[in-house]
């Protein structure tokens, strides 16, 4: 099947009437598991290097190889990095998918493919560019299994040529992926110049997609995953405990962390590691292991996705009401139960705010970018501390599995927050320890951990008093959640602020978060050029929600909130806390293809709601 969702098609043959450059998407139709993601990233990145802003997005199945698999190159001189619901130019090298992959574009589109698919007999309003590839590659190499994988550098080269890519940069993008396995350069670039030469001689240009080098837009900056992002964010929050167990698309943020503790994080003296990681035998497990370490004193993370997060349930909860430090990444995916697990979303943000049986609730941090993966990571360990409670990080699949630009980040200066950790001048100042006592009204008691000299105190999950002794008094159990109930109030004034962009008062306000942000930002300039409709923006950054929120709805007559699922589950969230007029206000816009959200479909959607 094809990830194209069916567009309407016009009759007759598309030239090249005029150039369209650096404002386009490619998408790339290949086998899973035939060696396309070098050559993928190598396309990415040669655009990339020529300072034009691009993103990458991968579609692959969930099994290991064998079934169909898409990557997107969008490349917008705008600077827009969501999907692009249209495709321009079609690499087709799947013959099980081909024939759909074509019959879903739009009119004009250009479609290179394997030559003998045959596929210029489908259509006649799209440019075709038939491609010998099993002939051109057979003098590259004679290993049948080279042949495979790198054939599929000859259509880099093709698009090099068509697309005015320069070669050189194709070269410099494939040593940087190669790296220093100089036979595997050599036999990729050969691969590389055969699909020029042949697409110089053999394919006149009749598509007006076109790249031109541009200054500025991509200077300075770096490509990086969002998992790769939150794991150098994790390295520098300190962390020195890792318990996990894999599951798609959380494994690579802890791969990734591993990797880079092994190489930063040893005694200079002894050559020893100063952390622990530990793959556990489920989720269970691997957040059984983090709370335990964070009640030690540890600074203690976990990664997961919705599967793993269900079975993290009574852990979480143990963790809320017995106060104690950690920090799960989430990285979603599409459910319900095993569901899409290679497909992106935003599926557990409300099941996530309440995890647990009982009355909890929980801060969850939002991140939109690489860059706030790697912020938020710090922003999550200090935040765990400082109110000593689980915080989550809700990244998705879009942002923690595909590549996106970014601008470096930067060191972090100032010091870790432990929190309350008492001290002997603090107790001498409380005059006597109570674990779970509010001393300072802010509904966060002073802890201890053990080893620190410090009075112990016993941890339970059961009811409880101030002073931790077991308790089934009624006033106990209410006081105890009062505080806990107070100790979240406090922490709207230590989470993340969110971004506000107003256009006056009144008319259409949205409210996004996470990736929707990227498509937000096509959107509302799709509205405001083609419709002459000023919209007003807010971008969720965390829960527990701020002052904030509600003044935005306050100020707008219609507010839409944009939900990467079904059920709508950021704007159920929202009404939970708002007054009946302001619910009424409230509309929401629902994607949940298990595609990246796309700034077309989002501004189709508001219109039609609008003219209702």
Not at 112 to 125: A, G, Q
Not at 510 to 539: P, V
Request: with cysteine; net charge neutral.
């Amino acid at each position: 099947m094809s990830v194209t969702a069916p567009v309407e098609q016009e009759t007759g043959t598309t030239a090249a009437a005029e150039r369209i450059v650096n404002d386009f998407s490619i998408q790339i139709a290949t086998v899973n598991g035939s060696g396309s993601q070098t050559a993928n990233l190598v396309l990415l990145r040669s655009i990339f290097q020529m300072g034009i802003p691009v993103s990458g997005k991968n579609m692959f199945p969930s099994n290991i190889a064998g079934l169909p698999t898409w990557y997107t190159v969008r490349a917008s001189s705008k600077g827009y990095v969501a999907r692009k619901k249209e495709i321009d130019v079609l690499v087709a090298m799947n013959a099980e998918t081909a024939k759909e992959d074509v019959l879903t574009l739009t009119a004009g589109a250009a479609v290179i493919y394997d030559e003998p698919l045959k596929l210029n007999e489908l259509r006649t309003d799209l440019i075709f560019y038939p491609v010998p590839f099993d002939k051109l590659i057979s003098p590259v190499t004679h290993d049948a299994k080279l042949r495979r994988l790198v054939r599929n550098m000859i259509y880099d080269g093709v698009l090099s040529r068509l697309l005015s890519i320069d070669m050189v940069q194709m070269e410099k993008a494939l040593r940087k992926q190669m790296g220093k396995k100089l036979k595997a350069i050599e036999l990729n670039m050969n691969a590389l110049k055969a699909g020029f030469d042949y697409a110089e001689a053999s394919l006149p240009k009749r598509d007006p997609f076109v790249v031109e080098p541009m200054e500025g837009q991509t200077e300075n900056m770096i490509l990086i995953e969002g998992n790769a992002a939150a794991a150098i964010g994790c390295m520098m929050a300190g962390v020195t405990f890792v318990g996990w167990y894999p599951i798609t698309p959380s494994s690579s943020l802890c791969e990734s962390l591993i990797d880079y503790l092994k190489k930063y994080r040893k005694d200079p003296e002894t050559g020893k590691a100063t952390y622990a990681v530990i793959q556990a035998e489920d989720e269970i497990a691997a957040l059984g292991m983090v709370i335990g370490a964070g009640w030690m004193g540890a600074r203690a993370m976990t990664s997961t996705a919705g599967p793993g997060l269900s079975l993290m349930a009574e852990f979480t909860g143990l963790g809320y009401y017995a106060e104690v430090p950690a920090v799960i990444f989430d990285v979603q995916r599409a459910g319900p139960s095993t569901g899409l697990p290679t497909r992106t979303g935003q599926q557990d943000i409300l099941s996530t705010a309440v995890l647990s049986h009982g009355d909890t609730k929980h801060p969850m941090l939002l991140p939109a970018s690489a860059t706030e993966c790697y912020t938020m990571a710090m922003e999550a360990f200090d935040l765990a501390e400082r109110l000593q409670t689980p915080v989550f990080v809700m990244s998705d699949l879009d942002l923690g599995m595909n590549t996106w630009m970014s601008k470096p980040f930067d060191y972090p200066t100032k010091g870790y927050d432990r929190g309350k950790r008492l001290d002997a001048d603090k107790l001498k100042a409380v005059g006597e320890f109570a674990r779970y006592r509010d001393v300072d009204g802010d509904g966060i008691p002073y802890r201890t951990v053990p080893g620190d000299g410090m009075p112990p105190f016993f941890t339970r999950g059961s009811g409880h008093n101030e002073k931790a002794l077991y308790s089934e008094r009624a006033d106990d159990y209410t006081n105890n959640l009062d505080r806990l109930t107070k100790k979240f109030e406090t922490a709207r004034t230590l989470v993340p602020k969110p971004e506000v962009q107003m256009s006056g008062r009144g008319g259409i306000g949205i409210i996004a978060y996470g990736t929707s942000h990227w498509a937000l930002i096509e959107t509302r300039d799709q509205l405001k050029n083609e419709q002459k409709i000023d919209t007003s923006y807010f971008r969720l950054r965390a829960f527990p929600f701020t002052k904030e929120l509600f003044d935005f709805i306050d100020a707008h007559d219609r507010v839409y909130v944009v939900d990467q699922n079904r059920d709508g589950q950021m704007w159920s969230l929202i009404k939970l806390e708002c007054n009946p007029q302001q619910v009424a206000k409230l509309r929401s816009i629902r994607h949940y293809y298990g595609l990246p959200i796309d700034g077309r479909s989002l501004t189709t959607e508001l219109l039609k709601q609008e003219q209702g």
